[in-house]
């Protein structure tokens, strides 16, 4: 079982379309990250949230963490074919679990041109 | 800048071999991971340590070890081999929780 459940696990659309990327979970997180991976490398981050309710704007990507802080999303406006990638979502749970760093399965977007 | 660097990028076990993936990070990061990426998946936790002397197993932690002797090398060992093993690793290190996560560029571990 998957700690944080990520969908859709893929996407194929056309560029110039918009699309939104879930993260969820049933437990509470202090901060998610979103990571975005290419082919042959590691993920590389593209934004922390931390307070519940934040949302936070990179270019046509927008972040959203959840009220409750077990859920986030990630939505791309007109996406383009260099959007192409897996997007991560990870989340610290603090407590006796300090430390550890969760992962996601991803969503594996493509975008045509 | 080096980063995070892992070694090797390849390799191929014979089922029952032993092998140690290295991992070295120069940003005197405290926090420092291991994980396996198999096809279509997320990335899973092996181990992780908080600081040199300290580490504790992330969530599929069977058939390997790790040790931080140093704040620079967190090195995982595998011991006997078995195809289930075979994935892509990656090393990961942090300042601290809810920071920046840096990877290295993974190693590809086939185990026949």
């Known amino acids: 079982t998957q700690l944080l459940e990520q969908s859709p696990q893929f996407l194929s659309i056309q560029e110039g379309e918009n699309l939104t990327v879930y993260c969820n979970s049933s437990s509470v997180f202090s901060s998610l990250q979103w990571y975005r991976q290419e082919p042959g490398e590691g993920p590389v981050l593209l934004v922390t949230v931390v307070t519940g309710g934040e949302v936070k704007k990179l270019k046509r990507l927008t972040f959203q963490f959840g009220d409750a802080r077990k859920d986030s999303s990630l939505h791309i406006t007109a996406a383009q074919p260099g959007d192409t990638g897996l997007y991560l979502c990870a989340g610290e749970n603090r407590g006796s679990t300090l430390g550890r760093l969760y992962f996601g399965r991803g969503t594996q977007l493509t975008v045509w041109p | 800048n080096a980063g995070v660097t892992q070694t090797p990028k390849f390799r191929i076990l014979k089922i029952g071999q032993s092998m140690t993936l290295q991992c070295t990070q120069d940003m005197n990061h405290n926090y420092m991971y291991w994980y396996r990426q198999d096809p279509g998946m997320g990335l899973k936790l092996i181990y992780y340590s908080v600081g040199a002397g300290i580490t504790d197993k992330g969530e599929v932690p069977n058939g390997y070890n790790v040790s931080r002797s140093t704040t620079e090398d967190f090195p995982l060992r595998l011991e006997l081999a078995a195809p289930s093993q075979t994935s892509v690793y990656f090393c990961?290190?942090?300042?601290?929780?809810?920071?920046?996560?840096?990877f290295g560029q993974g190693t590809r571990l086939t185990v026949v």
């Open positions: 990961a290190s942090s300042y601290t929780e809810g920071t920046e996560a840096f």
